[in-house]
């Protein structure tokens, strides 16, 4: 597991906000503009946008995705996104595709002013992303934004929960989660647990609207953005049509204190001695998909 986050005072408040909204597909330009303009109505220092956001989620093949990837070195998006994070004064967790060399990722770049952009790859690709995007090769990171200590993970990694577990204990107090979700709900669900097993904030931020693949199969993504608190009660949620954005604002605290009661600790009562079967390969019986 990878930490940049350095100690800040946990007391302290920041502001955090979602946008949802609905990405146009393969128009960068015109999805830059919506986030611009949508940043522009929240008043927050770290704001979550969704997965893909810069390019929509439809992507008919490869070719077009490394088309409109962006890459670490320098891009048009990635360059317009920084600038507006300086501009605004606001760090920015957004999903996009990231190009690095011959591979290409599913990704989330976290942007913060005057500072080196962090990037997540998905490690955990849904459906047909995996006929476009490599697997992610390395561990998420945990990054401070001011007091803040932020780890990125991305739509489908939500059924996975050794993502979250392990950004509790790289230090996360918020997991940013851009996403593209389909499945009604669930989602939503599993990430109150998430942020209840781990002791964490958690913002999930889903898109609006719906696309289609050149074969004709149609998604509809189920908006429902929402910023839970470590016990999994939303502070921020949104309907499942609404293109909006909003804000609440978090103390770094609330996620350090992993006490449930006096006599346990979310993390320190864990037993991983008697965890073994975890390092296995996973490999399942397949007689129930017969």
């Not at 890459?71 to 996104?81: I, K, M, N, Q, R």
């Not at 990171?141 to 996975?160: E, H, N, S």
């Not at 609440?248 to 609330?254: G, Q």
Request: some cysteine; overall charge negative; glycine content about 10%.
């Amino acid at each position: 597991m990878t930490s940049t986050a350095r100690a800040g005072d946990a007391g302290a408040a920041l502001r955090v906000g979602l946008f949802q909204f609905a990405p146009r597909l393969g128009d960068r330009a015109a999805n830059l503009a919506t986030i611009a303009a949508g940043l522009a109505a929240i008043d927050a220092e770290l704001v979550v946008l969704p997965e893909l956001a810069t390019s929509g989620y439809a992507l008919p093949d490869r070719e077009t995705a490394l088309a409109l990837a962006e890459s670490p070195a320098g891009s048009p998006g990635l360059t317009a996104l920084q600038a507006l994070a300086e501009s605004r004064g606001t760090a920015l967790a957004v999903g996009l595709p990231l190009r690095e060399g011959e591979r290409l990722y599913n990704a989330a770049a976290l942007l913060r002013p005057g500072e080196a952009p962090v990037f997540y790859r998905k490690l955990h690709l849904f459906d047909r992303e995996a006929l476009l995007f490599d697997p992610g090769d390395r561990p998420p990171a945990v990054t401070a934004v001011g007091a803040l200590r932020v780890g990125l993970m991305i739509c489908f990694d939500w059924v996975f929960p050794e993502v979250a577990r392990c950004l509790a204990l790289a230090g996360a107090d918020l997991i940013a989660h851009p996403s593209n979700l389909v499945l009604p709900g669930l989602a939503q669900g599993a990430m109150a647990t998430r942020a209840i097993e781990n002791g964490v904030f958690a913002a999930t931020a889903n898109r609006v609207g719906e696309e289609a693949f050149p074969d004709g199969e149609r998604l509809r993504f189920t908006g429902g953005s929402q910023l839970l608190d470590p016990r999994g009660r939303p502070l921020l949620a949104f309907s499942a049509e609404e293109s909006r954005g909003g804000a609440v604002t978090l103390v770094p605290a609330e996620a350090r204190n992993k006490r449930l009661t006096p006599r346990n600790h979310l993390l320190a009562d864990r037993r991983p001695a008697l965890y073994a079967g975890l390092l296995g390969d996973g490999t399942p019986d397949r007689a129930g998909d017969a």
